[in-house]
């Protein structure tokens, strides 16, 4: 092997390794994105899951239940006040809304969102083509029903076909986490 032969070689591996380098920080925040798109759904299933088979609250949050309390679970939502977590939470009161604060009361889990990531936008597509951003979301199941209950402080119409949750990295990389109101969830 000539010193010409090993400087092209070298020359090739250099250029393929800069190319690699400089793209990598791109592809790392689209893998981000897709891992935190997953772990919002697989929240949204774990809430439909656990109250379709009937899981009751831990013993603290038990106490007080009405005897016609029927499974309920959601995620709640919000972009202004804290786009950069989401809360997992078991419906005590029935209102399909979540009433837990910080982490109180109704809260079973407080999950953050790591990595600069956030949520971006909420919105609300009607059957018809009409579309609303909201500010927070309550998406809640109820047994026997895998069908969602959509909620939000703001007031929306009962001819919902899909929320659209869209998170955002710092690199404005993004993706879309869609829940049907029969239940059935779309990752984009």
């Not at 190319?19 to 893998?31: A, C, R, T």
């Not at 609250?57 to 038990?62: D, F, I, L, T």
């Amino acid at each position: 092997m000539t010193y010409v032969e090993l400087i092209v070689v070298l020359s090739i591996f250099s250029v393929m390794s800069s190319i690699v380098i400089f793209n990598y920080g791109d592809f790392q925040s689209k893998v981000d994105m897709k891992n935190l798109a997953n772990d919002i759904a697989l929240k949204i299933v774990e809430a439909q899951k656990a109250a379709i088979f009937g899981k009751f609250p831990n013993p603290a949050q038990q106490a007080g239940l009405p005897l016609d309390w029927k499974p309920s679970y959601g995620i709640y939502l919000n972009k202004t006040s804290d786009p950069k977590s989401f809360f997992y939470f078991v419906d005590l009161d029935g209102n399909h809304l979540y009433d837990g604060g910080d982490c109180t009361g109704e809260c079973v889990e407080k999950i953050t969102i790591t990595k600069g990531n956030s949520i971006s936008s909420l919105d609300v597509f009607y059957l018809g083509d009409s579309t609303v951003s909201v500010n927070d979301l309550t998406l809640s199941f109820v047994r026997p029903n895998s069908a969602a209950e959509i909620k939000s402080s703001a007031p929306l119409n009962s001819n919902i076909s899909y929320v659209q949750i869209t998170t955002i990295s710092p690199k404005s990389t993004q993706a879309n986490i869609k829940l049907y109101a029969s239940g059935r969830i779309q990752i984009n």
